[in-house]
Protein backbone atom coordinates (compact mmCIF):
# COMPACT_ATOMS: atom_id res chain seq x y z
CA UNK A 1 0.00 0.00 0.00
CA UNK A 2 1.86 2.97 -1.56
CA UNK A 3 1.90 5.93 1.63
CA UNK A 4 -0.40 9.29 0.75
CA UNK A 5 1.73 12.59 0.63
CA UNK A 6 1.82 14.66 3.76
CA UNK A 7 -1.48 17.06 3.71
CA UNK A 8 0.43 20.11 3.99
CA UNK A 9 2.20 19.05 0.40
CA UNK A 10 -0.46 18.31 -1.24
CA UNK A 11 -2.20 21.93 -0.29
CA UNK A 12 1.00 23.58 -1.01
CA UNK A 13 0.51 27.21 -3.04
CA UNK A 14 2.10 27.19 -6.70
CA UNK A 15 5.57 29.13 -7.05
CA UNK A 16 4.12 31.92 -8.73
CA UNK A 17 2.00 32.34 -6.08
CA UNK A 18 4.82 32.23 -3.19
CA UNK A 19 6.68 34.84 -5.44
CA UNK A 20 4.01 37.19 -5.26
CA UNK A 21 3.75 36.63 -1.79
CA UNK A 22 7.10 37.80 -1.10
CA UNK A 23 6.66 40.97 -3.03
CA UNK A 24 5.60 44.16 -1.71
CA UNK A 25 1.89 44.16 -1.51
CA UNK A 26 1.93 47.31 -4.09
CA UNK A 27 4.54 45.39 -6.43
CA UNK A 28 2.31 42.15 -6.43
CA UNK A 29 -0.94 44.02 -6.96
CA UNK A 30 0.65 46.20 -9.89
CA UNK A 31 1.41 42.99 -11.36
CA UNK A 32 -1.75 41.37 -11.39
CA UNK A 33 -3.26 43.84 -12.66
CA UNK A 34 -0.69 43.88 -15.63
CA UNK A 35 -1.47 40.57 -16.19
CA UNK A 36 -5.33 40.96 -15.97
CA UNK A 37 -7.39 40.65 -18.98
CA UNK A 38 -10.93 41.68 -17.97
CA UNK A 39 -11.48 44.39 -19.88
CA UNK A 40 -10.85 44.17 -23.81
CA UNK A 41 -10.50 48.27 -23.83
CA UNK A 42 -7.70 48.22 -21.50
CA UNK A 43 -5.92 45.90 -23.20
CA UNK A 44 -6.12 47.32 -26.31
CA UNK A 45 -4.79 50.68 -24.60
CA UNK A 46 -2.10 49.44 -22.86
CA UNK A 47 -0.64 47.30 -25.87
CA UNK A 48 -0.81 51.02 -27.46
CA UNK A 49 0.74 52.60 -24.79
CA UNK A 50 3.63 49.27 -25.29
CA UNK A 51 4.19 49.78 -29.20
CA UNK A 52 4.26 53.65 -28.91
CA UNK A 53 6.76 53.52 -25.79
CA UNK A 54 9.03 50.89 -27.91
CA UNK A 55 8.76 52.97 -31.22
CA UNK A 56 10.06 56.00 -29.39
CA UNK A 57 13.03 54.09 -27.88
CA UNK A 58 13.87 52.40 -31.08
CA UNK A 59 14.56 55.49 -32.71
CA UNK A 60 16.48 57.76 -30.30
CA UNK A 61 18.65 54.18 -30.01
CA UNK A 62 18.70 53.98 -33.69
CA UNK A 63 19.81 57.77 -33.93
CA UNK A 64 22.38 58.09 -30.68
CA UNK A 65 23.73 55.25 -32.39
CA UNK A 66 24.10 56.56 -35.64
CA UNK A 67 25.79 59.78 -33.87
CA UNK A 68 28.16 57.87 -32.04
CA UNK A 69 29.18 55.57 -35.02
CA UNK A 70 29.68 58.36 -37.04
CA UNK A 71 31.76 60.57 -34.33
CA UNK A 72 33.82 57.51 -33.25
CA UNK A 73 34.46 56.59 -37.24
CA UNK A 74 35.72 60.20 -37.94
CA UNK A 75 37.83 59.77 -34.61
CA UNK A 76 39.54 57.23 -35.89
CA UNK A 77 40.00 58.53 -39.33
CA UNK A 78 41.12 61.23 -38.17
CA UNK A 79 43.64 59.85 -36.23
CA UNK A 80 44.64 57.58 -38.77
CA UNK A 81 45.13 60.12 -41.40
CA UNK A 82 47.42 62.80 -39.97
CA UNK A 83 48.30 61.07 -36.09
CA UNK A 84 47.59 62.00 -32.84
CA UNK A 85 50.05 64.42 -32.31
CA UNK A 86 50.89 66.86 -34.86
CA UNK A 87 53.99 69.27 -34.71
CA UNK A 88 54.93 72.10 -37.13
CA UNK A 89 58.50 73.86 -37.03
CA UNK A 90 58.61 77.70 -37.42
CA UNK A 91 62.44 76.85 -39.31
CA UNK A 92 63.41 74.48 -41.91
CA UNK A 93 66.62 73.68 -39.72
CA UNK A 94 64.56 72.33 -36.61
CA UNK A 95 62.38 69.56 -39.54
CA UNK A 96 65.62 68.46 -41.01
CA UNK A 97 67.61 67.66 -37.25
CA UNK A 98 63.97 66.31 -35.55
CA UNK A 99 64.38 62.73 -35.99
CA UNK A 100 67.61 62.93 -34.03
CA UNK A 101 66.38 64.98 -30.73
CA UNK A 102 63.63 62.66 -30.91
CA UNK A 103 65.78 59.29 -31.19
CA UNK A 104 67.67 60.85 -28.47
CA UNK A 105 65.15 62.13 -25.94
CA UNK A 106 62.94 58.71 -26.11
CA UNK A 107 59.35 60.16 -25.45
CA UNK A 108 57.45 58.07 -23.15
CA UNK A 109 53.76 56.78 -24.55
CA UNK A 110 55.56 57.69 -28.41
CA UNK A 111 55.40 54.73 -30.45
CA UNK A 112 56.34 56.01 -34.07
CA UNK A 113 56.61 59.11 -35.87
CA UNK A 114 57.03 60.29 -39.54
CA UNK A 115 58.19 63.38 -41.32
CA UNK A 116 55.19 64.59 -43.62
CA UNK A 117 55.67 67.59 -46.41
CA UNK A 118 52.90 68.45 -48.70
CA UNK A 119 52.31 69.91 -52.01
CA UNK A 120 50.31 71.11 -54.69
CA UNK A 121 49.71 69.69 -58.40
CA UNK A 122 47.54 67.67 -61.17
CA UNK A 123 47.90 64.36 -62.41
CA UNK A 124 46.81 63.74 -66.02
CA UNK A 125 46.74 60.39 -67.63
CA UNK A 126 45.76 59.50 -71.26
CA UNK A 127 42.15 58.61 -69.97
CA UNK A 128 42.03 62.51 -68.63
CA UNK A 129 44.85 64.43 -70.47
CA UNK A 130 43.67 67.98 -68.87
CA UNK A 131 44.84 66.65 -65.86
CA UNK A 132 43.21 66.30 -62.02
CA UNK A 133 43.86 69.22 -59.59
CA UNK A 134 45.62 67.31 -56.26
CA UNK A 135 46.89 67.34 -52.75
CA UNK A 136 50.82 65.96 -52.65
CA UNK A 137 51.83 64.30 -49.42
CA UNK A 138 55.08 63.52 -49.36
CA UNK A 139 56.16 60.49 -46.57
CA UNK A 140 59.03 58.70 -45.65
CA UNK A 141 59.54 54.66 -44.90
CA UNK A 142 57.25 53.54 -41.82
CA UNK A 143 55.87 57.61 -41.42
CA UNK A 144 52.96 57.42 -39.57
CA UNK A 145 49.87 56.71 -40.02
CA UNK A 146 49.96 53.11 -41.95
CA UNK A 147 48.37 53.36 -44.94
CA UNK A 148 44.95 51.54 -45.70
CA UNK A 149 44.70 49.60 -49.08
CA UNK A 150 41.12 49.33 -51.13
CA UNK A 151 39.47 47.52 -48.28
CA UNK A 152 40.48 49.43 -45.52
CA UNK A 153 43.08 47.55 -43.99
CA UNK A 154 46.41 49.13 -42.46
CA UNK A 155 49.45 48.25 -44.63
CA UNK A 156 52.97 49.27 -44.95
CA UNK A 157 53.46 49.91 -48.96
CA UNK A 158 55.88 52.69 -48.59
CA UNK A 159 58.55 50.94 -50.67
CA UNK A 160 55.78 51.16 -53.44
CA UNK A 161 57.30 54.60 -53.74
CA UNK A 162 60.81 54.11 -54.84
CA UNK A 163 61.80 53.91 -57.97
CA UNK A 164 61.41 51.03 -60.84
CA UNK A 165 64.09 49.66 -62.80
CA UNK A 166 63.71 52.60 -65.65
CA UNK A 167 63.92 55.26 -62.89
CA UNK A 168 60.31 56.17 -62.56
CA UNK A 169 59.19 56.86 -58.75
CA UNK A 170 55.96 55.11 -58.06
CA UNK A 171 52.81 57.51 -56.86
CA UNK A 172 49.78 55.93 -54.61
CA UNK A 173 46.02 57.53 -55.56
CA UNK A 174 43.18 57.50 -54.11
CA UNK A 175 40.66 55.90 -54.84
CA UNK A 176 38.43 57.83 -56.55
CA UNK A 177 41.26 60.15 -57.78
CA UNK A 178 42.95 56.66 -59.33
CA UNK A 179 38.99 55.91 -60.85
CA UNK A 180 39.40 59.64 -62.25
CA UNK A 181 42.33 58.99 -64.22
CA UNK A 182 41.02 55.53 -65.74
CA UNK A 183 44.56 54.01 -65.09
CA UNK A 184 46.01 50.53 -63.77
CA UNK A 185 48.54 49.87 -61.16
CA UNK A 186 52.16 50.12 -63.42
CA UNK A 187 50.77 52.71 -66.00
CA UNK A 188 52.61 56.06 -66.06
CA UNK A 189 51.33 59.22 -65.52
CA UNK A 190 52.30 62.71 -65.48
CA UNK A 191 53.08 65.03 -62.76
CA UNK A 192 53.23 68.92 -62.23
CA UNK A 193 54.17 70.17 -58.94
CA UNK A 194 53.62 73.90 -57.99
CA UNK A 195 57.45 75.18 -57.31
CA UNK A 196 57.32 78.94 -55.04
CA UNK A 197 60.37 80.60 -54.11
CA UNK A 198 59.28 83.89 -52.43
CA UNK A 199 57.35 85.76 -55.13
CA UNK A 200 58.80 83.46 -58.25
CA UNK A 201 56.15 81.00 -58.96
CA UNK A 202 56.88 77.81 -61.59
CA UNK A 203 56.25 74.18 -62.04
CA UNK A 204 58.40 70.88 -62.19
CA UNK A 205 57.22 68.14 -64.26
CA UNK A 206 58.08 64.15 -63.50
CA UNK A 207 56.75 60.92 -64.91
CA UNK A 208 55.39 58.50 -62.09
CA UNK A 209 54.67 55.44 -61.99
CA UNK A 210 50.89 54.44 -60.43
CA UNK A 211 51.98 52.20 -57.74
CA UNK A 212 48.09 51.36 -56.17
CA UNK A 213 45.71 52.71 -54.72
CA UNK A 214 44.80 53.64 -50.96
CA UNK A 215 41.62 54.46 -48.79
CA UNK A 216 41.45 57.15 -46.42
CA UNK A 217 37.84 56.57 -45.48
CA UNK A 218 37.17 60.17 -46.60
CA UNK A 219 35.97 60.92 -50.05
CA UNK A 220 37.56 64.57 -50.42
CA UNK A 221 40.73 63.39 -49.65
CA UNK A 222 40.45 59.79 -51.58
CA UNK A 223 39.02 62.19 -54.86
CA UNK A 224 42.26 64.77 -54.41
CA UNK A 225 45.31 62.83 -52.70
CA UNK A 226 48.49 61.35 -54.16
CA UNK A 227 51.10 60.14 -51.97
CA UNK A 228 54.84 60.30 -53.05
CA UNK A 229 57.74 59.97 -51.31
CA UNK A 230 59.01 63.45 -49.42
CA UNK A 231 62.87 63.66 -50.72
CA UNK A 232 61.47 63.50 -54.16
CA UNK A 233 58.20 66.16 -53.35
CA UNK A 234 60.49 68.56 -51.56
CA UNK A 235 63.40 68.71 -53.88
CA UNK A 236 60.59 69.19 -56.83
CA UNK A 237 58.11 71.84 -54.87
CA UNK A 238 61.42 73.47 -53.18
CA UNK A 239 62.03 74.34 -49.57
CA UNK A 240 58.73 76.45 -49.73
CA UNK A 241 55.62 74.09 -48.29
CA UNK A 242 54.23 72.29 -45.43
CA UNK A 243 55.88 70.24 -43.80
CA UNK A 244 54.79 68.72 -40.37
CA UNK A 245 55.78 65.89 -37.65
CA UNK A 246 53.14 63.37 -37.32
CA UNK A 247 53.24 61.43 -34.06
CA UNK A 248 51.78 58.10 -32.92
CA UNK A 249 50.53 57.14 -29.30
CA UNK A 250 50.67 54.18 -28.01
CA UNK A 251 47.26 52.91 -26.91
CA UNK A 252 48.01 52.44 -23.04
CA UNK A 253 49.46 55.72 -22.71
CA UNK A 254 48.24 59.19 -22.02
CA UNK A 255 47.95 61.20 -25.16
CA UNK A 256 47.37 64.39 -23.36
CA UNK A 257 50.71 63.26 -21.30
CA UNK A 258 52.28 62.51 -24.15
CA UNK A 259 52.09 66.03 -26.02
CA UNK A 260 53.23 68.07 -23.07
CA UNK A 261 56.67 65.82 -23.58
CA UNK A 262 56.85 66.44 -27.34
CA UNK A 263 56.30 69.98 -26.53
CA UNK A 264 58.52 70.29 -24.02
CA UNK A 265 61.41 68.25 -25.88
CA UNK A 266 60.82 70.18 -29.47
CA UNK A 267 60.82 73.75 -27.57
CA UNK A 268 59.01 76.80 -28.41
CA UNK A 269 60.58 76.39 -32.36
CA UNK A 270 57.69 73.60 -32.89
CA UNK A 271 53.85 74.31 -32.75
CA UNK A 272 52.48 71.21 -31.13
CA UNK A 273 48.66 70.50 -31.03
CA UNK A 274 46.56 66.98 -30.77
CA UNK A 275 44.15 65.77 -33.05
CA UNK A 276 41.18 67.39 -30.59
CA UNK A 277 42.92 70.34 -30.96
CA UNK A 278 42.73 70.68 -34.27
CA UNK A 279 39.58 69.10 -34.40
CA UNK A 280 37.49 70.83 -31.51
CA UNK A 281 35.19 72.91 -33.64
CA UNK A 282 33.79 69.78 -35.52
CA UNK A 283 33.54 67.55 -32.93
CA UNK A 284 31.68 70.38 -30.77
CA UNK A 285 29.30 70.42 -33.37
CA UNK A 286 28.52 66.63 -33.46
CA UNK A 287 28.47 66.94 -29.43
CA UNK A 288 25.23 69.53 -29.52
CA UNK A 289 24.05 67.78 -32.96
CA UNK A 290 23.62 64.29 -30.89
CA UNK A 291 21.97 66.31 -27.34
CA UNK A 292 19.73 68.03 -30.00
CA UNK A 293 19.23 64.71 -32.17
CA UNK A 294 18.26 63.06 -28.17
CA UNK A 295 15.43 65.77 -26.76
CA UNK A 296 13.68 65.88 -30.27
CA UNK A 297 13.28 62.30 -30.47
CA UNK A 298 12.77 62.34 -27.19
CA UNK A 299 9.37 64.04 -28.04
CA UNK A 300 8.15 60.96 -29.21
CA UNK A 301 8.31 59.04 -26.04
CA UNK A 302 6.37 61.71 -24.62
CA UNK A 303 3.77 61.85 -26.79
CA UNK A 304 3.80 57.82 -26.28
CA UNK A 305 2.85 58.70 -22.53
CA UNK A 306 -0.18 60.02 -23.14
CA UNK A 307 -0.99 56.35 -23.78
CA UNK A 308 0.27 55.32 -20.92
CA UNK A 309 -1.96 58.36 -18.87
CA UNK A 310 -4.92 56.68 -20.75
CA UNK A 311 -4.21 53.38 -19.61
CA UNK A 312 -4.17 54.26 -15.95
CA UNK A 313 -7.05 56.55 -16.74
CA UNK A 314 -9.30 53.29 -17.33
CA UNK A 315 -7.63 51.37 -15.24
CA UNK A 316 -8.80 53.44 -12.16
CA UNK A 317 -12.13 54.05 -13.81
CA UNK A 318 -12.46 49.90 -14.26
CA UNK A 319 -10.79 48.80 -10.57
CA UNK A 320 -13.10 51.54 -8.80
CA UNK A 321 -14.46 48.93 -6.49
CA UNK A 322 -10.94 47.39 -5.59
CA UNK A 323 -9.54 50.68 -4.69
CA UNK A 324 -12.65 51.25 -2.57
CA UNK A 325 -12.15 47.63 -1.12
CA UNK A 326 -8.13 48.56 -0.56
CA UNK A 327 -8.55 51.42 1.15
CA UNK A 328 -11.23 49.90 3.54
CA UNK A 329 -8.81 47.30 4.25
CA UNK A 330 -5.88 49.84 5.24
CA UNK A 331 -3.99 50.69 2.07
CA UNK A 332 -3.29 54.53 2.39
CA UNK A 333 -3.54 56.65 0.03
CA UNK A 334 0.49 57.00 -0.76
CA UNK A 335 0.24 53.08 -1.42
CA UNK A 336 -2.58 53.83 -3.50
CA UNK A 337 -0.75 56.14 -5.70
CA UNK A 338 2.87 54.44 -5.91
CA UNK A 339 0.36 51.01 -6.98
CA UNK A 340 -0.53 53.13 -9.97
CA UNK A 341 2.79 54.43 -10.74
CA UNK A 342 4.22 50.84 -10.16
CA UNK A 343 1.67 49.98 -12.95
CA UNK A 344 2.35 52.53 -15.74
CA UNK A 345 6.21 52.01 -14.81
CA UNK A 346 6.12 48.38 -15.48
CA UNK A 347 4.42 49.44 -19.15
CA UNK A 348 7.57 51.93 -19.64
CA UNK A 349 9.87 49.50 -18.76
CA UNK A 350 8.30 46.54 -21.01
CA UNK A 351 7.75 49.30 -24.23
CA UNK A 352 11.33 50.49 -23.01
CA UNK A 353 13.42 46.99 -22.79
CA UNK A 354 11.51 46.18 -26.23
CA UNK A 355 12.80 49.74 -27.84
CA UNK A 356 16.23 49.04 -26.72
CA UNK A 357 16.26 45.32 -28.07
CA UNK A 358 14.99 46.41 -31.90
CA UNK A 359 17.05 49.54 -32.14
CA UNK A 360 20.24 47.69 -30.76
CA UNK A 361 19.12 44.94 -33.20
CA UNK A 362 18.51 47.34 -36.90
CA UNK A 363 22.01 49.21 -35.34
CA UNK A 364 24.02 45.68 -35.84
CA UNK A 365 21.98 45.15 -39.06
CA UNK A 366 22.63 48.48 -40.60
CA UNK A 367 26.38 48.56 -39.61
CA UNK A 368 27.23 44.68 -40.37
CA UNK A 369 25.75 44.42 -43.90
CA UNK A 370 26.63 48.25 -44.45
CA UNK A 371 23.13 49.07 -45.63
CA UNK A 372 24.16 53.33 -45.60
CA UNK A 373 26.34 54.04 -47.90
CA UNK A 374 26.74 57.20 -49.92
CA UNK A 375 26.93 57.68 -53.45
CA UNK A 376 30.58 59.71 -53.94
CA UNK A 377 29.19 63.23 -53.93
CA UNK A 378 26.98 62.86 -50.90
CA UNK A 379 30.37 61.01 -49.35
CA UNK A 380 32.60 64.36 -50.18
CA UNK A 381 29.68 66.34 -47.90
CA UNK A 382 29.87 64.04 -44.87
CA UNK A 383 33.51 62.75 -45.13
CA UNK A 384 32.46 59.06 -45.38
CA UNK A 385 30.90 56.69 -47.35
CA UNK A 386 29.21 54.98 -44.98
CA UNK A 387 28.24 54.98 -41.25
CA UNK A 388 28.46 52.71 -38.78
CA UNK A 389 25.76 52.04 -36.04
CA UNK A 390 27.39 51.69 -32.65
CA UNK A 391 24.96 51.31 -29.44
CA UNK A 392 26.85 52.38 -26.39
CA UNK A 393 26.08 51.39 -22.59
CA UNK A 394 26.06 55.13 -22.29
CA UNK A 395 23.72 56.24 -24.82
CA UNK A 396 21.09 53.47 -24.16
CA UNK A 397 21.39 54.17 -19.90
CA UNK A 398 20.67 57.97 -21.32
CA UNK A 399 17.46 56.43 -23.27
CA UNK A 400 16.08 54.15 -20.33
CA UNK A 401 16.04 56.84 -17.30
CA UNK A 402 14.59 59.62 -20.10
CA UNK A 403 12.09 57.04 -20.70
CA UNK A 404 11.17 56.11 -17.10
CA UNK A 405 11.36 59.26 -15.98
CA UNK A 406 8.83 60.68 -18.30
CA UNK A 407 6.55 57.65 -17.63
CA UNK A 408 6.50 57.77 -14.54
CA UNK A 409 5.47 61.39 -14.23
CA UNK A 410 2.84 60.71 -16.87
CA UNK A 411 1.64 57.88 -14.73
CA UNK A 412 1.75 60.59 -11.61
CA UNK A 413 -1.70 62.16 -12.37
CA UNK A 414 -3.74 59.35 -13.05
CA UNK A 415 -2.39 57.57 -10.09
CA UNK A 416 -3.32 60.83 -8.15
CA UNK A 417 -6.86 60.25 -9.08
CA UNK A 418 -7.09 57.29 -7.73
CA UNK A 419 -5.11 58.34 -4.24
CA UNK A 420 -8.17 60.39 -3.87
CA UNK A 421 -11.17 58.29 -4.56
CA UNK A 422 -13.34 57.87 -1.13
CA UNK A 423 -13.51 54.42 -0.69
CA UNK A 424 -17.71 55.08 0.30
CA UNK A 425 -18.04 56.61 -2.93
CA UNK A 426 -15.82 53.86 -4.71
CA UNK A 427 -18.06 50.87 -3.19
CA UNK A 428 -21.52 52.68 -4.05
CA UNK A 429 -21.17 53.42 -7.60
CA UNK A 430 -20.63 49.65 -7.88
Known sequence: MSASPPESA?????????????????????????????????SSTALAALFSTSLGVTAMVVALALMTGYTQD?????????????????????????????EAAALPGIERWGRVSYGEGSLSSPSLPDGASIVLRGIEEGS??????????????????????????????GQELQRRLGVAEGDVLRLVVLRQAGDQVGFRYRSVRCAGTFTTGFAEFDAQWALVDRQMLASARGAEG?????????????????????????????????WETMNRDLFAALALQKVLLFFVL?????????????????????????????????????????????????????GTALGVAVGAGLSWLVTEFELVRFDPEVAAIYFIDSVPFRVELGDVAAVVAFALVVTAAASALPALRAARLDPADALRDE
Open 74 to 102: LQRRLIGLQGEIVASPLGSEEFDQVDAVL
Open 298 to 350: GLIVVVSTFNVSSTLVILVRERKADIGVLSSLGLRPRQLWALFVVYGLGLGVV
Open 242 to 274: LDVLELDVAESADAAEAARWVEEVLGPTWLVQR
Open 10 to 42: AQAPPRRTLLLRRLPLVWSLAWRYLRGRRSEVL
Open 144 to 173: VPPLLDADGVPTRRDAALEPDERGVPGVLL
